[in-house]
C-alpha cells in the first residue's frame, strides 16, 4: 500500500483508536476524535482522563484510525502541544471537520510522532499479501 493511500486513510476518518498504558503496565484503550495534519496525528483529551494520566507517564501510544477494509495503525510518542501557533492550526483543522468550535477549550492537546506505521487490507483474502510497514525517525 502506498503511504499516500494511509495518509488518505488517516485523514479521513472520523474516529480513532487510541491506546496508552498505564502506570501499571496494563493496556488502555479508547476512541477519540482527532485531525491527521502534517503527518502527526493530533487530538484532544480531558486532562483528568485516564489517557493523559498515562501520557504523563509514558508518551508512548498506538492510534489506529477507525474501522474498515484497510487498517492503519501508528505507533508513536504523544507531545503535548501548548504553542499558541500549533493550537490554532489544530482548531481551524479540528472545526473544519467536525464542526466543534475549539475556542476556549481549556484541556490537553496531544500531536503524536510517528515512529512506525503499519497497514492491512482485508479486501478479498489480501490480508497477508498487503501487510506494509512504514519507519520514521525517531523523535
Not at 510518542?77 to 464542526?99: C, H, M, P
Amino acid at each position: 500500500m502506498p503511504w499516500s493511500l494511509a495518509v488518505k486513510r488517516l485523514t479521513d476518518a472520523r474516529n480513532y483508536w487510541i491506546a496508552t498504558t498505564r502506570p501499571d503496565g496494563r493496556p488502555h484503550a479508547m476512541p477519540v476524535w482527532g485531525v491527521w495534519l502534517e503527518d502527526r496525528f493530533w487530538f484532544s483529551t480531558g486532562r483528568q482522563s485516564r489517557k493523559a494520566r498515562n501520557l504523563a507517564q509514558n508518551p508512548r501510544c498506538v492510534v489506529c484510525a477507525e474501522p474498515g477494509n484497510r487498517t492503519i495503525i501508528v505507533e508513536g510518542i504523544a507531545n503535548l502541544i501548548t504553542e499558541k501557533s500549533l493550537l490554532k492550526r489544530f482548531g481551524v483543522a479540528y472545526q473544519a471537520k467536525y464542526d466543534w468550535d475549539m475556542k476556549g477549550f481549556d484541556e490537553p492537546i496531544y500531536v503524536v510522532v510517528p515512529i512506525v506505521a503499519f497497514a492491512f487490507t482485508s479486501d478479498d483474502g489480501q490480508f497477508t499479501e498487503s501487510a506494509t510497514r512504514w519507519k520514521f525517525p525517531e523523535p
